[in-house]
T-cell receptor, first 113, second 110 residues
């Protein structure tokens, strides 16, 4: 158990819909990272938050947004979903601002039909 | 951007065999991790190893940062070692995102 908690574990929805994925980092970790793993793209970095502030952005679509709350949990919002958004979405956390050792949650598997 | 190449892409072993997985990267890094993704999709930390050598049971890893490669050794492999092994690096002056290689898919047969 990495200590990073993600919910839901599985989600099935339809095109055009919106979903929210939730992540609670390890106790004491201030940074939260979101990654997308799809069959054709591998593991892709989406976005990082540190202590409530956005710190780094990767290949995140404009239809996607994220935030980190004062209690340090984070949410990833995916809207206007397309078939190609079907993927495994991982949250990871680390102690500091710079990506030291990352610990990953079990992932949220999103299926868009 | 940084290139992270893992080899071999696929590896099939008999239980009890040893193996070496390689990760080459194209730029200076200040962080390197090895992960095992099990058949259920979980990403499990194996090693945080920006440089040097570490061992954990049947697994060990070595990173030679000056030559831009890392090796993961698996000895006396077991069927539970099956899955995909990823190397991920954080470049020295980058966007603070860990870049993952494409992985090595390991199948251990009984």
């Amino acid at each position: 158990d990495s200590g990073v908690t993600q919910t839901p574990k599985h989600l099935i929805t339809a095109t055009g819909q919106r979903v929210t994925l939730r992540c609670s980092p390890r106790s004491g970790d201030l940074s939260v990272y979101w990654y997308q793993q799809s069959l054709d793209q591998g593991l892709q970095f989406l976005i990082q938050y540190y202590n409530g502030e956005e710190r780094a952005k990767g290949n995140i679509l404009e239809r996607f947004s994220a935030q980190q709350f004062p209690d340090l949990h984070s949410e990833l919002n995916l809207s206007s979903l397309e078939l190609g958004d079907s993927a495994l979405y991982f949250c990871a956390s680390s102690v500091g601002l710079d990506a030291g050792e990352l610990f990953f949650g079990e992932g949220s598997r999103l299926t868009v039909l | 951007g940084i290139q992270v190449e893992q080899s071999p892409p696929d590896l099939i072993l008999q239980e009890g065999a040893n193996s070496t997985l390689r990760c080459n990267f194209s730029d200076s890094v200040n962080n390197l991790q090895w992960f095992h993704q099990n058949p259920w999709g979980q990403l499990i930390n194996l090693f945080y190893i920006p440089s040097g050598t570490k061992q954990n049971g049947r697994l060990s890893a070595t990173t030679v940062a000056t030559e831009r490669y890392s090796l993961l050794y698996i000895s006396s492999s077991q069927t539970t070692d099956s899955g995909v092994y990823f190397c991920a690096v954080l470049i020295l002056w980058g966007n603070n995102d860990m870049r993952f290689g494409a992985g090595t898919r390991l199948t251990v047969k009984p």
